[in-house]
């Protein structure tokens, strides 16, 4: 597929800001490209290999986006020697691109810190975002969600969880019972007793830790992605997908009318899913938190007494959300509110 080398009814002259996709082992969603078009006027697509497969259904909104200029597709013909190929691709966003235009790279090819050298070796402004193949990143990626690094940095709780990870991916032993991994995490971060309890509680609700009564298991996967975060950077150096990619890209800034108030609650952004609270659990945080010291510690005890006051709910179901989005904890042993509970 190919496209003519200006988008219609446009100048060669882009806008200051660009994206450059490698579909080579990296082919995007429709979904994934809706979001990039919508922040950037224009996407540039190669694929060294001179084909790519992409869903039926999804066929007309993206000729339509070819068609519309939004989306181009640069020419890549077959060479044996990856810079040449490379060569071409430069040489047609010379003619594209506005001296000052700055263009985010995204691919998983292994040569793409070669084309990011030959960008800037002809004055093109440019980052390189390098993601893994899709199969690669498939098999790697943590089957649980992850935190934001933003989240992390701003959540005391959650970088204790972070040092204690970093410490256990190193040893050679680690807790399997319950009582094991509440005194190794008091001894690591040193920890009181309680505190130490609370945060065994986040180890198995952020799925790090996976619990069968009073044993636990390390998820080795979730524990090792843990350990890799670098707080200290202010993006990853390699994304896992697609998506990943696009939250690391230097989105075009709003306007001051559009943009958010400096000052915000900073218990907001902990988890994503607490701005989804239903109506009833909603109204379960506030029941508990006019409790206050005379919350259950039972989980049945806890479990009887929201059947009191929400007859008509699923209380299994209720549960299940409230441990899920982390306003509660269970250790196996008894519940631990978190302080995310507390409303102003």
Known sequence: MHSNRYPPNSSPFMTAKAVLLDLENNMPTAQLLRDVTEHYPVLYLFNCQGKFEYALEDLTEF?????????????TPEAPQ????????????????????????????????????????????????????EQQAAS????????????????????????????MVQAAGKPNTLESLKNSVANILQLLPENAQQVVGMLINLKIVKRDDAHVNFRKKVLKHWAQL??????????HNMQDAFAQLNLPQRSADEAEPAVQ??????????????????????KLHELKQEKPKDIYALRDLLEQLFPKSDIRLLLKELIDKGYIYWNGHEVLYSHEMFLN
């Open 265 to 286: 609650n900073p218990q907001q952004n902990l988890y994503a899913n607490f701005q989804k609270v239903d109506p009833v659990q909603l109204e379960v945080i506030k």
């Open 63 to 75: 000729s339509s986006w070819i068609s519309s200029g939004q989306i181009v597709i640069l020419d």
């Open 140 to 167: 790697e990626r943590p089957k649980y969600k992850i935190p934001s690094l933003h989240t992390i940095k701003a959540t005391p709780h959650l970088q204790m969880v972070k040092k204690y990870c970093d410490a």
């Open 230 to 239: 670098n707080l200290d950077a202010d993006a990853a150096p390699l994304q």
């Open 82 to 133: 990856k810079e040449f190929e490379y060569a071409v691709v430069v040489g047609q966003l010379m003619a594209l691109l506005d001296a000052d235009t700055h263009v985010e790279v995204i691919s998983a090819a292994a040569g793409s810190k070669m084309l990011l050298e030959m960008m800037q070796g002809s004055n093109i402004s440019c980052s390189l975002i390098q993601i893994q193949p």
